[in-house]
């Protein structure tokens, strides 16, 4: 008999084997993700500059890149890491910060999405902007509801054989043959910044353990947000007090509560 793998069986593995995740990200959210990597588990090391940071991809179990705060200096980390993560066969997550708003990120996306990331992870106006679609968004805040990019992530997922998670309200996500979405979160999570630079850093987490798996990957710990982020709104006074109850929301997570909590539904692709 085999047991089917849930999110919360990929929780405990991930917690097991604690794995090392390179996270190039952007000044804004270097603290917070790194201290939600913690939370959850894993190891993170925000490691981003060119003349160590490809040696550093080899080593760790995934990479993450997000464009939030680009500089020529940081494109070239990230350009080495990709590729050395791509040699080294590790799965790489590419977070595509606000790609649309000038023409430095849109050229940087474009070479970094030619690298193949293994998972797109983006709010729903970065992701229909990535598939070529007119999105609402200006700066780093999505102005779309994710109902709006499932198309376009189902289109970015076939076009690029990678996973591509698209977040808000209810996320969604996709390979291009298979998709889900996921309940839960809370309204004030858009409220406090980085969160979703944070998931894309667990994101690489969950690949890291489960290179093989990137979709069950990606739907694990977008889910493990949604639990924690549901459980830690509810006694929330605002941004404040929610930041560092998801914080604890995510340390206390377990495969029981993850996956007696989490609303992950399959839609159609
Ligand atoms: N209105 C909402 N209700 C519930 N959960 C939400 C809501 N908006 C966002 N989330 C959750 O917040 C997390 C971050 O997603 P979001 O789409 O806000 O990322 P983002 O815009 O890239 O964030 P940032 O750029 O600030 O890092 C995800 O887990 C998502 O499900
Ligand atoms: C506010 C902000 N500016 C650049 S990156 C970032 C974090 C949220 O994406
Ligand atoms: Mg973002």
Known sequence: MTTAKTPGTALQAMRDAAPLVQ?????????I????MLAAGASPAMVHTEEEAGEFAAIAGALTVNIGTLSPDFLNGMR??????AEAGRPWVLDPVAHYATAFRRDAVAELMALRPTIIRGNASEIIALAG?????????SGDVVERAEGAAVMLARRHGAVVAATGAIDFV???TQAVRIEGGSPLMPQVTALGCSLTCLVGAFAAVEPEAPFAAAVAALACFAVAGERAGRDAAGPGSFGWRFLDALSVLDAHGLDAEARITIAAV
């Open 23 to 31: 996270c190039i990200t952007n000044y804004v959210a270097m603290n």
């Open 33 to 36: 993700a790194a201290n939600v």
């Open 80 to 85: 080495v890491s990709a590729r050395a993560a």
């Open 133 to 141: 679609g007119q999105s609402a968004g200006r700066g780093v805040d």
């Open 174 to 176: 996709t390979d291009g």
